[in-house]
């Protein structure tokens, strides 16, 4: 296993910078998930720690040795790369083994360490199939069999679900789960699929334009957003975004504009001290916009908004409802037994302790 270390790393291809001055530091063995829309520099990074791409500044470190001038064999790190990138003409044995023999280890240790990753990833019954036998999550598997009869120092995993439908990639990210959890290797696993970056990783690094956003747990992340990007970009369906002017009502900190009012109560009268009169973007996640005939007597704080519906979503337990609200449009997540109707006018209730608000200008959070 092996601890990471990136220092003020840059890349540049001509003109376009892919990755700028990232710090991260990977604790050994974490698995730590890089998250972002595509062509935010996820897989530059973990090309550049692979030893695929050169650096064009800073320094990387793996195990405490600066890598920089090491070759990909040398740096001990396994890849498993969105394709699978099998080989078609040979069999699940000899994909799996291929590396060994590459580094020309003993007959007998080869079939021991095949072995035990078939045994490990269910590929015990497929190992006399070639990769056009298989389905894609079998392909998957396969892949991830050959990093791991490498006993690397750390994984690296580019967007290794995506090509694998709905069903099949929960079952596989829950797999991955359960395997770093048994191996322990340090793990930097890529994707753009914020939904996985939540359930996988020790902690996530939101990524935007090359440049680190935030990172955290997913739950910090989820939480505590850092600015208007991650805030948009962490949770599905994904927070209103609301502009409004902040000011008092009562002596109580509020935020309104022409369609609707929203009381912020709690500890926020020393952020907000400074934003009295001025423009501000208010972030409402769906979850905390709820249907007011669905809460109890005791729970009907918050601040009530007049809406008409304008589309229902039934997901099951819960129903996204597409609301509108004078000028404004937003979305709310509710239980299923919402008496919600298309067409109809609704009152709900914000749950202004659990809004988030940010600065107009640099889309910074506020709180």
Do not use: W
């Amino acid at each position: 296993m092996a601890g990471i270390l990136l220092k003020n790393l840059t890349k540049k291809f001509e003109e376009t910078v892919a990755v700028e001055n990232l710090n991260l530091e990977v604790e050994d063995g974490e698995f730590i998930v890089l998250v972002g829309p595509s062509g935010c520099g996820k897989t530059t990074v973990l090309r550049l720690i692979a030893g695929l791409e050169t650096p064009s500044e800073g320094e990387i470190f793996i195990d405490g040795e600066l890598v920089n001038g090491l070759s990909p064999r040398d740096r001990d790190v396994a890849m498993v790369f969105q394709n699978y990138a099998l080989y078609p003409h040979m069999n699940v044995y000899d994909n799996v083994a291929f590396g060994l023999r590459n580094r020309r280890l003993p007959k007998d240790e080869i079939e021991r360490r095949v072995s035990q990753a078939a045994a490990m990833l269910g590929l015990d019954g497929l190992l006399r199939r070639t990769p056009r036998e298989l389905s894609g999550g079998q392909r998957q598997r396969v892949a991830l069999g050959r990093a791991i009869v490498r006993n690397p120092k750390l994984y690296l995993m580019d967007e290794p679900l995506s090509n694998l439908d709905a069903k099949l990639r929960l079952q596989t990210r829950a797999e991955l789960i359960r395997l770093h959890r048994k191996l322990g290797v340090t793990t930097i696993y890529v994707t753009h699929d914020q939904g996985e970056a939540m359930t996988m990783g020790n902690r996530i690094a939101v990524f935007k334009n090359g440049v680190v956003q935030q990172v955290g747990t997913p739950l910090e992340v989820y939480a505590r957003p850092v600015n208007l990007f991650v805030a948009g970009f962490v949770g599905s369906p994904p927070m209103n975004f609301v502009p409004v002017v902040v000011g008092q009502e009562n002596g109580a900190p509020m935020v309104a504009n022409a369609s609707l009012r929203v009381l912020l109560p709690g500890a926020r009268e020393g952020a907000l001290s400074s934003y009295s009169g001025k423009e501000a973007i208010l972030g409402v996640r769906p979850e905390d916009i709820h249907d007011r005939g669905l809460l109890g007597p005791q729970s009907q704080g918050g601040s009530p908004l007049r809406a008409t519906v304008e589309v229902m979503e039934p997901l099951g337990a819960n129903c996204l409802l597409y609301l509108k609200v004078g000028d404004e449009t937003l979305v709310a997540s509710v239980p299923s037994e919402t008496q919600a109707v298309e067409g109809q006018p609704l009152e709900v209730v914000v749950d202004g302790a659990r809004c988030h608000l940010f600065d107009k200008d640099t889309e910074d959070a506020v709180f």
